[in-house]
């Protein structure tokens, strides 16, 4: 699957976070880009910036000009909630780009940047206020089933940067309910290795079929969003699939952006040409 990212959304707002937005995409996609679409709010209500009281989405414009003279850049301003502004917009492009703060709440995408990347209709990079970790691996957390869109930016990612892939698969033990889970939760050894098994039978299904590729499994015991979050320190790109962003296990999702200290790649369910699924 070509992982090429050609025409990017990228968010502005006066409170600054889209600036390291700004630098990862010239960074890590520069050369690749035809056009960027700056989004801002309507003009009525957007911020303003700088001595002389100009738009926030025309200095962010002006930035990615600078930073990136060979694409087109043009600003697109809209009325109503940011957030739905953002998914309304990432339908026409390849990658959309969201800044956020470690520090205090608060993002590109009005607050709470997993909203808007589980609704994005394309791949959604989150990229935090630095400074960011040392360019590390690309890490890829692991999920039943593997997501092939989130495996084909991880293994892109690497080949680009010349880095290792980490097979991160995040496991707890289950709460012991009188629903069920008795088995497990008496057994701690056999809910490890059934997740070693997953990790390992991964590993070796990805080395086969991309043998340019160096992969490094990597089995966790914790909360998944915690665990995922505590290894970003080590990393260039985090990878999260579809099992990661459903609904169901959304909470992985908020805290892994919540407490990622590099940039995280967010692959949603309309990223899909066709549905994905996922097991419980």
């Given at each position: 699957?070509?992982?090429?990212?050609?025409t990017?959304?990228?968010?502005?707002?006066?409170?600054?976070?889209?600036?390291?937005?700004?630098?990862?995409?010239?960074?890590?996609?520069?050369?690749?880009?035809?056009?960027v679409?700056?989004?801002?709010?309507?003009?009525?209500?957007?911020?303003?910036?700088?001595?002389?009281?100009?738009?926030?989405?025309?200095?962010?414009?002006?930035?990615?000009?600078?930073?990136l003279?060979?694409?087109?850049?043009?600003?697109?301003?809209?009325?109503?909630?940011?957030?739905?502004?953002l998914?309304?917009?990432?339908?026409?492009?390849?990658?959309?780009?969201?800044?956020?703060?470690?520090?205090?709440?608060?993002?590109?995408?009005?607050?709470?940047?997993?909203?808007?990347?589980?609704?994005?209709?394309?791949p959604?990079?989150?990229?935090?206020?630095?400074?960011?970790p040392?360019?590390?691996?690309?890490?890829?957390?692991?999920?039943?089933?593997?997501?092939?869109?989130?495996?084909?930016?991880?293994?892109?990612?690497?080949?680009?940067?010349?880095?290792?892939?980490?097979?991160?698969?995040?496991?707890?033990?289950?709460v012991?309910?009188?629903?069920?889970?008795?088995?497990?939760?008496?057994?701690?050894?056999?809910?490890?290795?059934?997740?070693?098994?997953l990790?390992?039978?991964?590993?070796?299904?990805?080395?086969?079929?991309?043998?340019?590729?160096?992969?490094?499994?990597?089995?966790?015991e914790?909360?998944?969003?915690?665990?995922?979050?505590?290894?970003?320190?080590?990393?260039?790109?985090?990878?999260?699939?579809?099992?990661?962003?459903?609904?169901?296990?959304?909470?992985?999702?908020?805290?892994?952006?919540?407490?990622?200290?590099?940039?995280?790649?967010?692959?949603?369910?309309?990223?899909?040409?066709?549905?994905?699924?996922?097991?419980?």
């Amino acid at each position: 699957m070509d992982e090429r990212w050609t025409t990017v959304t990228l968010a502005a707002d006066a409170a600054k976070p889209h600036e390291e937005a700004l630098r990862w995409v010239a960074a890590r996609l520069g050369p690749d880009i035809d056009r960027v679409r700056v989004i801002g709010v309507d003009p009525a209500i957007e911020g303003r910036t700088g001595p002389d009281g100009r738009p926030v989405a025309d200095v962010v414009a002006d930035a990615a000009r600078e930073a990136l003279p060979d694409a087109r850049i043009e600003v697109r301003r809209h009325a109503g909630p940011f957030a739905a502004a953002l998914v309304e917009e990432s339908d026409d492009g390849d990658l959309l780009v969201i800044g956020t703060f470690r520090s205090r709440r608060g993002s590109t995408a009005g607050g709470d940047p997993a909203r808007v990347a589980e609704r994005a209709a394309v791949p959604t990079v989150v990229v935090p206020d630095g400074p960011h970790p040392i360019d590390g691996d690309v890490v890829l957390a692991v999920e039943d089933p593997v997501d092939e869109r989130a495996v084909a930016i991880a293994v892109d990612e690497a080949r680009r940067r010349h880095r290792r892939v980490t097979l991160l698969r995040a496991w707890e033990m289950p709460v012991l309910t009188r629903t069920g889970l008795t088995d497990f939760a008496e057994e701690p050894m056999r809910w490890r290795t059934r997740n070693a098994e997953l990790l390992q039978r991964v590993t070796a299904e990805l080395t086969a079929r991309h043998p340019d590729v160096r992969f490094h499994p990597l089995l966790v015991e914790g909360h998944p969003g915690h665990a995922i979050a505590s290894h970003t320190r080590r990393a260039s790109l985090v990878v999260l699939g579809l099992g990661h962003v459903k609904a169901m296990s959304g909470s992985v999702l908020h805290d892994v952006l919540r407490e990622t200290a590099s940039p995280v790649c967010v692959v949603p369910p309309a990223a899909h040409s066709e549905p994905v699924g996922v097991s419980a």
